[in-house]
Protein backbone atom coordinates (compact mmCIF):
# COMPACT_ATOMS: atom_id res chain seq x y z
CA UNK A 1 0.00 0.00 0.00
CA UNK A 2 3.08 2.44 0.47
CA UNK A 3 4.11 2.19 -2.76
CA UNK A 4 0.78 3.78 -3.72
CA UNK A 5 1.27 6.93 -2.21
CA UNK A 6 3.39 8.69 -4.58
CA UNK A 7 0.20 8.16 -7.10
CA UNK A 8 -1.76 9.44 -4.56
CA UNK A 9 -0.08 12.43 -3.67
CA UNK A 10 0.01 13.29 -8.28
CA UNK A 11 -3.76 12.95 -7.98
CA UNK A 12 -4.39 14.80 -5.09
CA UNK A 13 -2.10 17.95 -6.34
CA UNK A 14 -3.92 18.02 -10.12
CA UNK A 15 -7.36 17.78 -8.15
CA UNK A 16 -5.76 21.20 -6.14
CA UNK A 17 -4.91 22.87 -9.42
CA UNK A 18 -8.17 22.18 -10.75
CA UNK A 19 -9.88 23.56 -7.31
CA UNK A 20 -7.83 26.52 -7.18
CA UNK A 21 -7.10 27.49 -11.26
CA UNK A 22 -9.76 26.68 -13.23
CA UNK A 23 -12.17 29.13 -14.95
CA UNK A 24 -14.19 30.71 -12.11
CA UNK A 25 -16.95 32.16 -15.22
CA UNK A 26 -18.76 28.71 -16.41
CA UNK A 27 -19.36 28.14 -19.61
CA UNK A 28 -23.08 28.05 -20.80
CA UNK A 29 -25.01 25.79 -18.12
CA UNK A 30 -27.91 23.37 -19.83
CA UNK A 31 -30.76 22.78 -17.20
CA UNK A 32 -33.09 20.01 -17.64
CA UNK A 33 -36.73 20.68 -18.20
CA UNK A 34 -37.87 17.82 -16.10
CA UNK A 35 -36.61 20.17 -13.19
CA UNK A 36 -38.33 22.87 -11.21
CA UNK A 37 -35.22 25.62 -11.57
CA UNK A 38 -36.45 27.93 -9.01
CA UNK A 39 -36.11 24.41 -6.35
CA UNK A 40 -32.98 23.52 -8.34
CA UNK A 41 -30.28 23.51 -10.46
CA UNK A 42 -28.15 21.26 -12.48
CA UNK A 43 -25.07 21.54 -14.12
CA UNK A 44 -24.51 18.95 -16.64
CA UNK A 45 -21.85 20.73 -18.82
CA UNK A 46 -19.54 20.47 -15.28
CA UNK A 47 -17.34 18.19 -13.55
CA UNK A 48 -17.49 18.13 -10.33
CA UNK A 49 -14.42 16.96 -8.12
CA UNK A 50 -13.76 16.57 -4.00
CA UNK A 51 -11.47 16.38 -1.34
CA UNK A 52 -13.51 13.91 0.92
CA UNK A 53 -12.57 12.03 4.23
CA UNK A 54 -14.32 8.52 4.98
CA UNK A 55 -15.12 6.46 7.17
CA UNK A 56 -16.62 3.27 6.65
CA UNK A 57 -18.17 0.06 9.27
CA UNK A 58 -20.44 -2.92 9.11
CA UNK A 59 -20.96 -3.35 12.68
CA UNK A 60 -23.18 -6.43 14.27
CA UNK A 61 -24.83 -6.74 18.01
CA UNK A 62 -25.77 -9.41 19.38
CA UNK A 63 -29.49 -8.77 21.23
CA UNK A 64 -29.58 -10.08 25.24
CA UNK A 65 -32.12 -11.81 27.07
CA UNK A 66 -32.22 -10.03 30.53
CA UNK A 67 -31.10 -6.34 31.43
CA UNK A 68 -27.66 -6.97 30.20
CA UNK A 69 -26.09 -4.45 28.00
CA UNK A 70 -25.83 -5.85 24.05
CA UNK A 71 -22.79 -7.01 22.88
CA UNK A 72 -21.66 -4.33 20.49
CA UNK A 73 -18.74 -5.85 17.58
CA UNK A 74 -17.32 -3.21 15.37
CA UNK A 75 -15.02 -3.28 12.81
CA UNK A 76 -11.35 -1.17 13.42
CA UNK A 77 -11.94 0.65 9.85
CA UNK A 78 -9.69 3.43 8.85
CA UNK A 79 -10.26 6.63 8.70
CA UNK A 80 -9.42 7.76 4.80
CA UNK A 81 -8.49 10.47 2.55
CA UNK A 82 -8.85 11.43 -0.85
CA UNK A 83 -9.85 12.45 -4.17
CA UNK A 84 -13.27 12.31 -6.62
CA UNK A 85 -15.44 13.52 -9.21
CA UNK A 86 -18.55 12.94 -10.57
CA UNK A 87 -20.17 13.63 -13.98
CA UNK A 88 -23.89 13.34 -14.55
CA UNK A 89 -23.95 9.62 -13.16
CA UNK A 90 -20.62 8.55 -12.56
CA UNK A 91 -18.98 8.99 -9.40
CA UNK A 92 -15.56 7.69 -8.83
CA UNK A 93 -13.13 8.45 -5.66
CA UNK A 94 -9.76 7.26 -4.62
CA UNK A 95 -9.28 7.60 -0.84
CA UNK A 96 -6.36 5.84 1.38
CA UNK A 97 -5.66 5.30 4.44
CA UNK A 98 -3.01 6.90 5.59
CA UNK A 99 -1.33 6.18 8.96
CA UNK A 100 -1.19 9.77 10.69
CA UNK A 101 -5.02 9.05 10.48
CA UNK A 102 -5.27 5.46 12.36
CA UNK A 103 -2.73 5.93 15.09
CA UNK A 104 -2.47 2.12 17.05
CA UNK A 105 -5.34 2.06 19.47
CA UNK A 106 -5.53 -1.49 20.58
CA UNK A 107 -8.57 -2.53 18.70
CA UNK A 108 -7.27 -5.46 16.72
CA UNK A 109 -7.07 -5.57 13.01
CA UNK A 110 -9.46 -5.60 10.34
CA UNK A 111 -9.39 -6.81 6.90
CA UNK A 112 -11.77 -5.72 5.18
CA UNK A 113 -13.13 -4.69 1.49
CA UNK A 114 -16.52 -2.27 1.75
CA UNK A 115 -18.14 -2.00 -1.81
CA UNK A 116 -20.82 0.54 -0.67
CA UNK A 117 -22.34 2.34 -3.51
CA UNK A 118 -25.01 4.98 -3.80
CA UNK A 119 -26.37 5.51 -7.24
CA UNK A 120 -28.70 9.03 -7.20
CA UNK A 121 -30.41 9.66 -10.70
CA UNK A 122 -33.50 12.33 -10.87
CA UNK A 123 -36.15 10.26 -10.37
CA UNK A 124 -34.42 6.96 -8.44
CA UNK A 125 -31.99 5.84 -5.85
CA UNK A 126 -30.38 3.41 -5.91
CA UNK A 127 -27.84 1.45 -3.16
CA UNK A 128 -25.63 -1.38 -3.60
CA UNK A 129 -23.57 -3.37 -0.81
CA UNK A 130 -20.46 -5.58 -1.10
CA UNK A 131 -19.39 -5.46 2.07
CA UNK A 132 -16.49 -8.56 3.35
CA UNK A 133 -14.95 -7.77 6.83
CA UNK A 134 -12.47 -9.76 9.09
CA UNK A 135 -11.51 -9.14 13.05
CA UNK A 136 -13.80 -7.34 15.36
CA UNK A 137 -13.91 -6.12 19.27
CA UNK A 138 -16.30 -5.53 21.17
CA UNK A 139 -17.15 -1.73 22.39
CA UNK A 140 -16.80 -0.47 24.86
CA UNK A 141 -13.14 -0.86 26.44
CA UNK A 142 -13.08 -3.36 29.17
CA UNK A 143 -16.40 -5.83 28.22
CA UNK A 144 -15.52 -9.02 28.92
CA UNK A 145 -11.81 -8.52 28.33
CA UNK A 146 -9.04 -9.51 30.58
CA UNK A 147 -8.46 -5.76 32.15
CA UNK A 148 -10.67 -2.71 31.98
CA UNK A 149 -8.08 -1.00 29.41
CA UNK A 150 -8.75 -3.40 26.95
CA UNK A 151 -10.98 -4.01 24.27
CA UNK A 152 -11.99 -7.79 23.70
CA UNK A 153 -11.08 -9.04 20.25
CA UNK A 154 -12.61 -11.77 17.71
CA UNK A 155 -10.14 -11.81 15.17
CA UNK A 156 -11.58 -14.59 13.11
CA UNK A 157 -15.23 -13.08 13.25
CA UNK A 158 -16.53 -12.73 9.92
CA UNK A 159 -18.74 -10.71 8.06
CA UNK A 160 -20.24 -10.86 4.63
CA UNK A 161 -23.06 -8.83 3.03
CA UNK A 162 -24.76 -8.47 -0.11
CA UNK A 163 -27.59 -6.13 -0.92
CA UNK A 164 -29.69 -3.53 -3.20
CA UNK A 165 -32.11 -0.97 -2.48
CA UNK A 166 -34.17 0.45 -5.06
CA UNK A 167 -36.74 3.76 -4.50
CA UNK A 168 -38.55 6.27 -6.97
CA UNK A 169 -38.51 9.51 -5.88
CA UNK A 170 -41.95 11.65 -6.79
CA UNK A 171 -40.87 14.88 -6.59
CA UNK A 172 -37.93 15.22 -8.58
CA UNK A 173 -38.87 18.02 -9.81
CA UNK A 174 -38.71 19.99 -6.73
CA UNK A 175 -36.17 18.05 -5.07
CA UNK A 176 -32.69 16.41 -5.61
CA UNK A 177 -30.47 14.14 -4.08
CA UNK A 178 -28.09 14.72 -5.95
CA UNK A 179 -27.36 18.30 -4.66
CA UNK A 180 -26.64 17.04 -1.12
CA UNK A 181 -25.06 13.52 -1.90
CA UNK A 182 -22.82 14.43 -5.10
CA UNK A 183 -22.80 18.38 -5.14
CA UNK A 184 -23.39 18.64 -9.13
CA UNK A 185 -26.32 20.00 -8.30
CA UNK A 186 -27.02 22.98 -6.39
CA UNK A 187 -30.95 23.24 -4.55
CA UNK A 188 -31.60 26.66 -4.15
CA UNK A 189 -35.30 26.38 -1.98
CA UNK A 190 -36.37 23.67 0.71
CA UNK A 191 -38.20 20.79 -0.57
CA UNK A 192 -39.46 17.41 0.01
CA UNK A 193 -40.51 14.20 -1.33
CA UNK A 194 -42.09 10.63 -0.22
CA UNK A 195 -40.11 7.18 -1.75
CA UNK A 196 -41.34 4.23 -2.76
CA UNK A 197 -39.46 1.03 -3.44
CA UNK A 198 -37.69 -2.02 -2.11
CA UNK A 199 -34.72 -3.41 -0.47
CA UNK A 200 -33.25 -7.18 -0.46
CA UNK A 201 -30.14 -8.58 0.97
CA UNK A 202 -27.93 -11.46 1.98
CA UNK A 203 -25.58 -12.17 4.77
CA UNK A 204 -23.38 -14.37 6.19
CA UNK A 205 -21.79 -14.46 9.95
CA UNK A 206 -19.36 -16.40 10.96
CA UNK A 207 -16.63 -17.31 13.48
CA UNK A 208 -14.26 -20.07 14.78
CA UNK A 209 -15.63 -19.86 18.35
CA UNK A 210 -18.70 -18.59 19.67
CA UNK A 211 -19.94 -15.33 18.66
CA UNK A 212 -20.63 -14.72 23.02
CA UNK A 213 -17.80 -14.98 24.99
CA UNK A 214 -17.77 -17.80 27.38
CA UNK A 215 -18.19 -16.03 30.74
CA UNK A 216 -20.95 -14.07 29.16
CA UNK A 217 -22.74 -17.23 27.68
CA UNK A 218 -25.59 -16.76 30.45
CA UNK A 219 -26.97 -13.62 29.69
CA UNK A 220 -27.46 -14.08 25.60
CA UNK A 221 -29.46 -16.67 23.57
CA UNK A 222 -26.90 -16.72 20.91
CA UNK A 223 -24.44 -18.64 23.11
CA UNK A 224 -23.07 -20.95 21.38
CA UNK A 225 -23.95 -19.69 17.83
CA UNK A 226 -20.43 -19.14 15.50
CA UNK A 227 -22.38 -18.96 12.04
CA UNK A 228 -26.07 -17.54 10.27
CA UNK A 229 -26.71 -17.10 7.15
CA UNK A 230 -29.77 -14.99 6.18
CA UNK A 231 -31.92 -13.37 3.33
CA UNK A 232 -34.39 -11.14 3.49
CA UNK A 233 -36.55 -8.78 0.82
CA UNK A 234 -39.35 -6.17 0.99
CA UNK A 235 -41.00 -3.21 0.08
CA UNK A 236 -40.89 -0.13 1.92
CA UNK A 237 -41.31 4.03 1.84
CA UNK A 238 -40.36 7.39 2.85
CA UNK A 239 -39.37 11.23 2.94
CA UNK A 240 -36.85 13.01 2.38
CA UNK A 241 -36.07 16.89 3.29
CA UNK A 242 -33.76 19.74 2.39
CA UNK A 243 -34.21 22.55 4.22
CA UNK A 244 -32.12 25.24 2.93
CA UNK A 245 -31.47 29.10 4.68
CA UNK A 246 -30.69 32.08 2.08
CA UNK A 247 -30.60 29.72 -0.60
CA UNK A 248 -26.95 28.53 0.37
CA UNK A 249 -26.64 26.35 3.99
CA UNK A 250 -28.47 23.58 3.99
CA UNK A 251 -29.72 20.16 5.53
CA UNK A 252 -31.04 17.41 3.92
CA UNK A 253 -32.88 14.33 5.78
CA UNK A 254 -34.10 10.78 4.77
CA UNK A 255 -35.62 8.06 6.38
CA UNK A 256 -37.05 4.91 4.89
CA UNK A 257 -38.42 1.81 6.21
CA UNK A 258 -39.00 -1.77 4.49
CA UNK A 259 -41.15 -4.74 5.88
CA UNK A 260 -38.33 -7.27 5.17
CA UNK A 261 -39.32 -11.35 4.87
CA UNK A 262 -36.68 -13.03 6.21
CA UNK A 263 -35.05 -16.62 6.19
CA UNK A 264 -32.55 -17.52 8.44
CA UNK A 265 -29.96 -20.98 9.42
CA UNK A 266 -28.17 -20.72 12.77
CA UNK A 267 -25.63 -22.98 13.34
CA UNK A 268 -23.56 -23.75 16.53
CA UNK A 269 -20.80 -27.23 16.79
CA UNK A 270 -24.48 -29.12 18.04
CA UNK A 271 -26.97 -28.17 16.18
CA UNK A 272 -28.95 -26.30 13.28
CA UNK A 273 -31.77 -23.76 13.52
CA UNK A 274 -33.84 -22.05 11.13
CA UNK A 275 -36.64 -19.29 11.14
CA UNK A 276 -38.65 -17.32 9.10
CA UNK A 277 -39.07 -13.82 10.52
CA UNK A 278 -40.75 -10.46 9.54
CA UNK A 279 -38.78 -7.39 10.59
CA UNK A 280 -38.38 -3.66 9.95
CA UNK A 281 -35.60 -2.29 8.01
CA UNK A 282 -34.48 1.15 7.96
CA UNK A 283 -31.91 3.41 6.22
CA UNK A 284 -31.12 7.05 7.15
CA UNK A 285 -28.93 9.37 5.38
CA UNK A 286 -27.87 12.71 6.36
CA UNK A 287 -26.00 15.88 5.09
CA UNK A 288 -25.24 19.79 5.88
CA UNK A 289 -22.93 22.14 4.69
CA UNK A 290 -22.93 25.25 2.40
CA UNK A 291 -23.68 24.76 -1.56
CA UNK A 292 -23.67 27.33 -4.67
CA UNK A 293 -23.44 27.31 -8.40
CA UNK A 294 -19.60 27.02 -7.59
CA UNK A 295 -18.71 25.50 -4.41
CA UNK A 296 -19.90 22.43 -1.64
CA UNK A 297 -18.89 21.59 1.39
CA UNK A 298 -20.46 19.00 3.43
CA UNK A 299 -20.83 16.77 6.03
CA UNK A 300 -22.34 13.30 5.22
CA UNK A 301 -23.63 10.39 7.10
CA UNK A 302 -25.47 7.15 5.83
CA UNK A 303 -26.46 4.65 8.63
CA UNK A 304 -28.35 1.28 7.41
CA UNK A 305 -29.89 -0.42 10.66
CA UNK A 306 -30.66 -4.25 9.24
CA UNK A 307 -32.06 -6.61 12.00
CA UNK A 308 -31.94 -10.60 11.47
CA UNK A 309 -33.87 -12.93 13.32
CA UNK A 310 -32.79 -15.76 15.04
CA UNK A 311 -34.60 -19.29 16.59
CA UNK A 312 -34.74 -17.70 20.05
CA UNK A 313 -36.19 -13.89 19.63
CA UNK A 314 -37.20 -11.62 17.16
CA UNK A 315 -34.55 -9.68 16.14
CA UNK A 316 -31.27 -11.79 18.00
CA UNK A 317 -29.08 -9.74 15.26
CA UNK A 318 -28.58 -6.56 14.43
CA UNK A 319 -26.38 -5.30 11.52
CA UNK A 320 -25.65 -2.15 11.15
CA UNK A 321 -23.61 -0.72 7.91
CA UNK A 322 -22.51 3.22 7.22
CA UNK A 323 -20.18 5.79 6.07
CA UNK A 324 -19.45 8.95 7.54
CA UNK A 325 -17.80 11.62 4.69
CA UNK A 326 -16.18 15.03 5.12
CA UNK A 327 -16.36 16.76 1.46
CA UNK A 328 -14.65 19.80 -0.24
CA UNK A 329 -16.37 20.29 -3.67
CA UNK A 330 -16.05 22.36 -6.41
CA UNK A 331 -17.91 22.64 -9.87
CA UNK A 332 -15.35 23.33 -12.66
CA UNK A 333 -15.34 23.26 -16.46
CA UNK A 334 -13.62 20.07 -18.01
CA UNK A 335 -11.32 20.62 -20.59
CA UNK A 336 -11.20 19.67 -24.44
CA UNK A 337 -9.70 16.30 -24.22
CA UNK A 338 -11.56 15.51 -21.20
CA UNK A 339 -15.11 16.35 -22.52
CA UNK A 340 -14.23 13.72 -25.43
CA UNK A 341 -14.46 11.27 -23.01
CA UNK A 342 -17.25 12.65 -20.85
CA UNK A 343 -19.69 13.08 -24.30
CA UNK A 344 -19.64 9.07 -24.10
CA UNK A 345 -20.89 9.31 -20.07
CA UNK A 346 -23.71 12.57 -21.05
CA UNK A 347 -25.26 9.81 -23.78
CA UNK A 348 -25.36 7.26 -21.15
CA UNK A 349 -27.31 10.11 -18.67
CA UNK A 350 -29.66 11.04 -21.65
CA UNK A 351 -30.57 7.97 -22.13
CA UNK A 352 -31.29 7.41 -18.46
CA UNK A 353 -33.09 10.48 -18.49
CA UNK A 354 -34.74 10.44 -21.99
CA UNK A 355 -37.14 13.54 -21.51
CA UNK A 356 -34.81 15.53 -23.14
CA UNK A 357 -31.68 14.74 -25.65
CA UNK A 358 -28.06 16.68 -25.63
CA UNK A 359 -27.53 19.08 -28.50
Known sequence: MKNNQPAFLLILAI???????????????????INDTSYYLSYPDLLTVRYLFSKKYTALSLNAANDQSDLRYRPNTKYTMGVGATYHVLSINIVYGFGFLNPENGKGKTKYLDLQSHLYLNKWTMDFYGQFYKGYFLYPKGLNSVSPDSYYQHPDMVVNLYGVTLYRVLNDRKFSFRAAFLQNEWQKKSAGTFLLGGEMNYGIMKADSSFVPHNAANSYPQAGINNVHFFCFGPGAGYAYTLVVKQHFFITGSVTANLNFGYSTEKSN?????????NPVSIFRFVTGYNSNTWNVSVHW???????????????????????RLIFAKKITPGTKVIKVLNKIDKLYYDLNSTIKPK
Do not use: E, H, W
Open 302 to 324: ISNMLPVGGSAATNNYLLQTGNY
Open 270 to 278: FASNSKVYV
Open 15 to 33: CTFSLFYSDPVMAQKRTFS
